[in-house]
């Protein structure tokens, strides 16, 4: 029999990606399937994208780009930084990645380590803790609660630090919750880490743009006291549709750049060169569809938060960013993920249960309105109908 190494029976998954699979099973079996699951834009890709790809390809751009990522893109997304936060960033300090994973995969790889703590957000996008159990690090949950708004407490997340954590994890606009954290608590975080100058962070940023009544995003790359520790994650997929095109960024410090760098010649080489300047494109391009995907969320926004919080046993805080509600569903006798697979099976609404964003995601779940409006209603329909009439297992 062929034997592993430990650490693989320690790497988890993202389980909705198993939803969408049983949802496109059911599907394929003739099923109506709304899914309200998988955190992807049902906008396509703005067109003036998806041509800079095409002329790419005609231009011959089919070869190995530096592991880096092409000059023109890095020098974009120091542009826009700039542009939007007033952040100095060096093109240099900048590295183009397929998709926000790796990023997370490299950032907790150089800190993780048996006898070593990693504090992440519970609840939080999965990856986080299943790469910190891969590295035989022990992962610190960091409580995000419903009653402080889904946003994390600067001190509750200072009081975990010890002289073991080697890494913080923050996210905002936060999946799954939608939950955003105010300047003022940030503020008061940075402050409490000058005393933990050994603590590297993990930034998460993938949702700066979407975000809800007024609130403006507090990029942490302003905050000059932990530059030199700071790894910011960010990316295409969510902003400008383009999930499948696997295009992600990150601004590293220091030497770790140098590291990172070596991790992707050793993992991946490059970035797919035609998707590079369809990234390019979508930073320098027009912005509008970027507005009009932002302004058709909030209207789906509000749908959901209305329709939920009539569900019986529903209640539904109203999300500040993302493109996720975190409904609590304490009250409707079920536990989450029972639920959450009963309304796929019997309704056809996939949904993804809390408990797989973490162990203080019981009594919640996640849904997701990168959907239409009119799915939107008609699940919520059909999860009324179902909470009506049938009860907890």
């Not at 890709?45 to 751009?61: C, L, N, V």
């Not at 926000?100 to 996008?125: N, Q, R, S, W």
Request: hydrophobic share 40%.
């Amino acid at each position: 029999m062929l034997r592993t190494i430990a650490a693989f029976d320690r790497i988890g998954e993202e389980n909705a990606f198993a939803v969408l699979a049983r949802a496109t099973e059911l599907a394929g079996q003739g099923r109506d399937i709304i899914n309200l699951g998988i955190g992807q834009p049902d906008f396509p890709t703005p067109a003036h994208i998806t041509e800079a790809a095409i002329k790419a390809i005609k231009d011959g751009h089919h070869g190995y780009t530096p592991a880096t990522g092409i000059k023109p893109l890095r020098e974009a997304v120091a542009a826009d930084l700039h542009k939007r936060f007033k952040a100095e960033v060096s093109p240099d300090s900048v590295m183009i990645m397929p998709g926000g994973k790796p990023t997370m995969y490299m950032a907790i790889l150089m800190f993780g380590e048996p006898g070593v703590d990693i504090l992440y957000p519970d609840p939080g996008f999965p990856i986080y803790r299943s790469m910190i159990e891969f590295t035989g690090a022990r992962p610190i949950p960091v409580p995000i609660r419903e009653e402080n708004g889904f946003a994390f407490s600067a001190d509750e997340t200072l009081k975990l630090i010890t002289p073991k954590t080697r890494l913080l994890i923050l996210n905002s606009p936060a999946n799954p919750t939608g939950g955003v954290t105010p300047k003022a608590e940030v503020d008061k975080l940075i402050a409490g880490l000058d005393k933990f100058p050994d603590v590297a962070i993990l930034s998460d940023e993938i949702y700066d743009q979407m975000l809800y009544d007024g609130e403006t995003h507090v990029c942490l790359l302003n905050y000059p006291s932990i530059r030199d520790r700071l790894i910011l994650l960010n990316g295409w997929s969510k902003t400008y549709a383009m999930t499948g095109w696997r295009l992600g960024y990150a601004v590293w410090p220091g030497k770790l750049y140098d590291y990172a760098r070596k991790l992707a010649v050793n993992l991946y080489s490059c970035v797919n060169a035609p998707t590079q300047y369809a990234g390019l494109a979508a930073l320098t391009g027009p912005q509008a569809d970027v507005k009009r995907m932002l302004t058709e969320f909030d209207r789906r926004r509000k749908i959901v938060v209305e329709g939920l919080n009539k569900l019986p046993g529903i209640s539904c805080a109203t999300p500040k960013g993302a493109f996720y509600a975190f409904p609590n569903v304490k009250n409707t006798g079920w536990k989450a993920k029972p639920l959450a697979s009963a309304l796929l099976e019997e309704t056809g609404v996939a949904t993804i249960g809390g408990p797989d964003f973490g162990v203080l995601g019981e009594g919640y779940m996640r849904i997701s309105y990168a959907n239409s409006a009119e799915n939107i209603q008609k699940a919520l329909a059909r999860m009324l109908e179902f909470l009506a009439t049938r009860k907890a297992a």
